[in-house]
C-alpha cells in the first residue's frame, strides 16, 4: 500500500473544513452590498469648432513648414551660383536681385579649392586683370604669384 492509501484509511478524507448551508447563494448580495455605489458617468462637454478642427489646423501648419524648408533648401542648391566662365555677368545678375536672394549665391566650396580653380583658369595676373577690369596698385605689379599644381598640397 502506498503512503497516501495509509492515510487516508487512517484519518479518512474529511477535512473538517465545512461551507455553510446557502453561503454560495448569499455570497453575490453580501459582496454588492458592501461595495460603495458606482459613480455616474460625466455628462460630456460639446466640443468647440476649434477644439474639433485643430490637429487639422496643426497638421496644415507642419505641411507649411515642411514647404517652406524645402523652399530655402532648394534656393540655396540651385545650379544658378557664381562661377568663372563670365565673372562679371554672374556677380552683375546677383546684384540685381532682392537682398534674401544673395543665400543662394553663397559659396559651398573651401577656399582652397575656389583659389585652385582661379589658379587653373588664368595663366598670368594681366589676364586676371583684363577680365575683371582691375588695375593692382604700383607696389603690387610686382610681387610674384607662385602657381600651385594639382600634384602640390595646400600649406
Given at each position: ?15 473538517g ?7 454560495f ?93 582661379v589658379s ?21 605689379e ?14
Amino acid at each position: 500500500m502506498r503512503k497516501e492509501e495509509q492515510l487516508i484509511e487512517k484519518y479518512g478524507r474529511d477535512s473538517g473544513y465545512r461551507v455553510p448551508e446557502g453561503y454560495f447563494e448569499a455570497l453575490n448580495s453580501k459582496i454588492m452590498a458592501d461595495l460603495p455605489p458606482y459613480p455616474e458617468a460625466e455628462k460630456t462637454v460639446p466640443m468647440s469648432l476649434w477644439q474639433r478642427i485643430k490637429p487639422y489646423a496643426y497638421l496644415a501648419a507642419m505641411f507649411a513648414g515642411i514647404w517652406a524648408m524645402m523652399n530655402v533648401f532648394h534656393r540655396i542648391s540651385s545650379p544658378e551660383t557664381l562661377n568663372l566662365d563670365n565673372p562679371p555677368a554672374a556677380i552683375a545678375s546677383a546684384m540685381e536681385l532682392e537682398t534674401d536672394d544673395y543665400v543662394r549665391y553663397i559659396s559651398v566650396e573651401n577656399d582652397y579649392a575656389l583659389e585652385r580653380e582661379v589658379s587653373e583658369s588664368y595663366s598670368s595676373i594681366d589676364e586676371f586683370e583684363a577680365d575683371f577690369g582691375y588695375n593692382l596698385k604700383p607696389e603690387f605689379e610686382t610681387l610674384e604669384i607662385p602657381v600651385a599644381t594639382l600634384s602640390e598640397k595646400p600649406v
